[in-house]
Nanobody, 122 residues
Framework: VQLVESGGGSVQAGGSLRLSCAAS????????IGWFRQAPGKEREGVAA???????RYADSVKGRFTISKDNAKNTLYLQMNSLQPEDTAIYYC??????????????????WGQGTQVTVS
């Protein structure tokens, strides 16, 4: 399994970014796949995730601002991030695994991880 993130960068507060995660094989259609982030000095946290049935889950801190989606034909996961705030600054990771719907944001349930992409909001 390979996961490759892209789309990170620097943006001013209130701006938008769209992250992409290109996955190998049929990951997006067979696995739970999600976005996690880790800020300096903080633990990795779940941001948004989607399972094989397209059920989604979001962290409270990003609800209404971020939207997760996937394109199974392209084996690609997306995260549209709007109204970005400085507290969204972190390395964002794409991950794949198997998790019950209520636990989609639990990082330890994910087996495969990308290398991460930096998002900086100033």
């Amino acid at each position: 399994v390979q996961l490759v993130e892209s789309g990170g960068g620097s943006v001013q507060a209130g701006g938008s970014l769209r992250l992409s995660c290109a996955a190998s094989g049929y990951i997006t259609s067979r696995y739970c796949i999600g976005w996690f982030r880790q800020a300096p000095g903080k633990e990795r946290e779940g941001v948004a995730a989607i399972n094989s049935d397209a059920r989604t889950r979001y962290a409270d801190s990003v609800k209404g601002r971020f939207t997760i989606s996937k394109d199974n034909a392209k084996n690609t996961l997306y995260l549209q991030m709007n109204s970005l705030q400085p507290e969204d600054t972190a390395i964002y990771y794409c991950a794949a695994g198997h998790a019950p719907p209520a636990y989609l944001l639990v990082a330890r349930l994910y087996n495969y991880w990308g290398q991460g992409t930096q998002v900086t909001v100033s």
